[in-house]
């Protein structure tokens, strides 16, 4: 939250922070009921992120992703979904989606979205990195969290066949490029998935 405070204090504007929910097995929010297995999620309707311990423990487990800035990955792209409320990024995405040709344009949406998190998340490791917050490793730790999300390695770890139209977050790759591009410039501006050909 320090970092975003002094980035919108930077742009002439207050940052309201979100709040943050820790459960265990289901929660209630104003984006309705959800269990452990949806993961944690950020509720533009309350501006809440949602962060279930168990999945912690899961990404180690189950995704191959460990340690502390895997999980701190996560919430810094959940902030990042808080980002694109505040500034109003997800309102204009999702009139986008309501207009949408179909499922699969919705979906792109969808990962441009989800890529922009990801981005913001970098550029919070950024400055994180910059106050001797980070450990030797952890930014690999974040990109591995990365790899392991993935659409299309979930997919293919569920035995299924990959179909990019169905992809809500994006490739492995795409997802460590987005963090990447973050981490790197520090900058919001270098977070523009939309304009961004390569998709």
Known sequence: EDVWNRQFAAA????????????SR????????????????????????????????ELADRFGAPGDFAAAY???????????????????????????QGQGEANALQVRMELQADC?????????DRTNFL????????????AAIGDDTLQRNAGRRVTPESFTHGTSEQRQEW???????????????????AL
Not at 179 to 197: E, P, Q
């Open 12 to 23: 002439g504007s207050d940052y309201p922070e979100p709040t943050l929910v820790m459960f």
């Open 26 to 57: 289901s929660v209630s929010s104003a984006c309705g009921s959800a269990s452990s297995a949806a993961g944690p999620f950020y509720c533009p309707a309350d501006r809440k992120v949602y962060l279930d311990a168990s999945f912690f423990q």
């Open 74 to 100: 996560v919430i810094a792209h959940e902030v990042g979904h808080h980002i694109q409320t505040v500034t109003g990024t997800s309102s204009e995405v999702r009139a986008a989606q309501q207009r949408a």
């Open 120 to 128: 913001y998340a970098g550029v919070w490791a950024h400055y994180a």
């Open 135 to 146: 450990d030797e490793g952890d930014i690999e730790e974040g990109l591995r969290a990365a």
């Open 179 to 197: 963090f990447s591009a973050g981490y790197r410039s520090g900058d919001v501006n270098a977070c523009d998935t939309f304009s961004s050909r």
